[in-house]
Nanobody, 124 residues
Framework: QVQLVESGGGLVQTGGSLRLSCAAS????????MAWFRQPPGKEREFVAH????????YYADSVKGRFTISRDTARNTVYLQMNSLKPEDTAVYYC?????????????????WGQGTQVTVSS
């Protein structure tokens, strides 16, 4: 059992940056691969980024590749999402998630634990 809490969301103008954090507790953090998903208004939840247990492999959705960076800090039990060059279409509720699968997973169904989400709004 692991609990995830996101933070760092807010309002930013087009072209700006934000860094989201996801703090984990109640479990062994380094035994989970982590990911970020997002849910835009009126749309279904979509994959954003994935990072392996060791943090040595990352994978991104085409829509954010080159702009977003996922990373993890084992000592702090935290995963981050650095978001640069933000666009209005990035507006969504962002969720972090954890899975014990070792392969790259982009489907929400395969994640066992979820945070409550943090709102990111990008204004034009």
């Amino acid at each position: 059992q692991v609990q995830l809490v996101e933070s760092g969301g807010g309002l930013v103008q087009t072209g700006g940056s934000l860094r989201l954090s996801c703090a984990a507790s109640g479990g062994t953090f380094n035994r989970y691969a982590m990911a970020w998903f997002r849910q835009p208004p009126g749309k279904e939840r979509e994959f954003v980024a994935h990072i392996t247990l060791s943090g040595d492999i990352t994978y991104y959705a085409d829509s954010v590749k080159g702009r977003f960076t996922i990373s993890r800090d084992t000592a702090r039990n935290t995963v981050y999402l650095q978001m640069n060059s933000l666009k209005p279409e990035d507006t969504a509720v962002y969720y972090c998630a954890a899975t014990q699968f070792r392969s790259v997973i982009t489907t929400a169904l395969n994640y066992d634990y979820w945070g409550q989400g943090t709102q990111v709004t990008v204004s034009s």
